[in-house]
């Protein structure tokens, strides 16, 4: 155990936590040396019951540690960077929505999935992002390991930051393997969750608005 305790503490400096909206966050740009990971695979391989050296074990300590790392790249990316030069000016005063971007993350509490579609709007105040951009932030966020409910403020609080709009809007809904595979063994709920800011918080006729084309 002390072993992976070495490691996991030279690991952790380089992944940071799972807080703050990512736009200045630079706690190491490099990945988590997979090499470090595979012996603790290994050893969990072992301690579930089976076999690590056995042929269809053998490669997986590495594969586990390569997609783990894939699965984190979140925290090694910022909003600010992902976005870059894409801000434009422009007197476009309507509500912009960007609806069904697939989402993909990890539960803190267990490392199951979660996975669904977030659903952004903002109204802007003489400048707007490309839209390829919204997908991008959700996804420096969502590749962490998350919370369904802070992951939807982080989304909706970076945008505000970075972009400085009328409004914003963001509503995730979300299968939890946690509760499909393990627990209570639910395979039909989802989870839905919301973030309003501006506009989208203090006008209900911009909430409402959002909301229905959300749902159409």
């Known amino acids: 155990m002390s072993e992976a305790r070495t490691a996991a503490s030279a690991i952790a400096p380089a992944v940071g936590p799972a807080t703050g909206n990512g736009l200045a966050q630079r706690n ?25 050296t056995r042929p269809g074990l053998v490669r997986t300590p590495h594969r586990v540690a390569e997609a783990l790392s894939w699965l984190t790249r979140g925290y090694r990316q910022d909003v600010a960077e992902v976005v870059g030069g894409a801000i434009f000016e422009e007197a476009h005063e309507s509500m912009v929505l960007v609806r069904d971007i697939e989402l993909y993350s990890l539960c803190e ?3 199951l999935p979660f996975f669904g579609k977030a659903h952004i709007a903002y109204v802007p105040d003489g400048r707007i992002v490309g839209l390829s951009k919204l997908p991008r932030i959700v996804d420096v966020f969502a590749r962490r390991l998350q919370v369904q409910e802070r992951l939807t403020d982080q989304i909706a609080d970076a945008i505000e930051e970075v972009l400085r709009p009328r409004g914003v809007g963001v509503v995730i809904e979300a299968s939890h393997l946690c509760m499909m595979m393990r627990g209570v063994e639910k395979q039909n709920s989802r989870t839905v969750t919301s973030a309003m800011r501006g506009l989208f918080r203090d006008c209900p006729m911009t909430r409402d608005e959002f909301l229905r084309l959300v749902h159409e």
Do not use: F, I, K
């Open 28 to 52: 190491g740009r490099q990945p988590a040396a997979t090499s470090a990971l595979e012996p603790h695979v290994a050893a969990l391989l072992e301690l579930l019951g089976e076999d690590p």
């Open 109 to 111: 509490h267990h490392l």
